[in-house]
């Protein structure tokens, strides 16, 4: 497998994907909302957008499976799996704040082995494939390179409609606003994982995560010289669904405080 050219392909098939997005965006009536759940938002532009992907994906590896958030397909593959969030962020899409990304991984013998996100207001192209850099653009990136928790900038998401822990995780916040140069929440754990692969972000944290929110980003962030974890310190964030992404000097500062309130 060419994953070099696959990656192109793939790219080319999100430009066209995310015009769609954009034209919709300056047109998206709110009323055509649907609930999947407690604060959890789908619209015909979350299930058309992943159906143009999907359709086009189908055509790069006929037997590959999918695993996608609106579940508009149902296959299940051997070797390749598709994993697709066709609109990250998508409270934001609908409140019209500028943040939200396509994101796609694909993965071989359950390994990632190529991840595309795009965060399409910004016009940025994030990409890495087996054994490749991470790029931005066409320009390759790397994590951040500073080792002092203090001077850092994390990003973290809220929990939504699973509240169990919120306590805790409100303490977890407290401890590091504290330890840091401040915390972000943009609304898309896609484009918080690809700013740490830049360097824009110094880690990112979250938990009650889908593989679609963070499969490509996570991968980006490896290929960039980061680091993926969950919040024990190992390496099944996949299936316990938290992520703490650093870029590596930064791991054990923040593990420390995540341990604090969920060992």
């Known amino acids: 497998m060419d994953y070099e050219l696959l990656c192109n392909k793939v790219i080319s098939i999100v430009r066209l994907t995310a015009n769609f997005i954009r034209k919709e965006s300056l047109q998206f009536d709110a009323a055509k909302i649907e609930y999947k759940g407690l604060n959890d938002m789908v619209s015909y532009v979350d299930k058309t957008a992943e159906e143009k992907l999907v359709r086009n994906l189908e055509k790069l590896i006929p037997d590959a499976g999918f695993l996608t958030e609106e579940k508009t397909i149902n296959k299940t593959g051997k070797t390749y799996t598709w994993i697709i969030d066709p609109l990250d962020g998508t409270t934001n899409f609908i409140h019209g704040i500028p943040a939200y990304a396509i994101s796609i991984a694909l993965y071989e ?155």
């Open 109 to 263: 013998d359950d390994k990632a082995v190529l991840g595309v996100v795009y965060e399409i207001n910004r016009g940025e192209m994030f990409y890495a494939w087996k054994n490749s850099p991470a790029f931005l653009n066409k320009k390759e990136i790397n994590v951040s390179i500073n080792p002092d928790l203090k001077s850092s900038l994390l990003a973290t998401g809220f929990p939504y409609y699973q509240f169990d822990k919120q306590p805790q995780y409100l303490q977890l916040l407290a401890e590091m606003m504290q330890k840091t140069h401040g915390l972000r929440r943009i609304g898309s754990a896609a484009t918080d994982l690809i700013y740490v692969a830049c360097g824009r972000f110094d880690a990112f944290f979250e938990y009650n995560l889908q593989p679609w929110d963070f499969a490509a980003g996570c991968f980006i962030v490896q290929r960039a010289g980061g680091e993926v974890l969950d919040f024990s310190g190992g390496t099944d964030f996949f299936n316990k669904r938290e992520i703490l992404a650093t870029n590596g000097k930064l791991t054990a500062g923040v593990l420390t405080s995540i341990r604090k309130y969920f060992g």
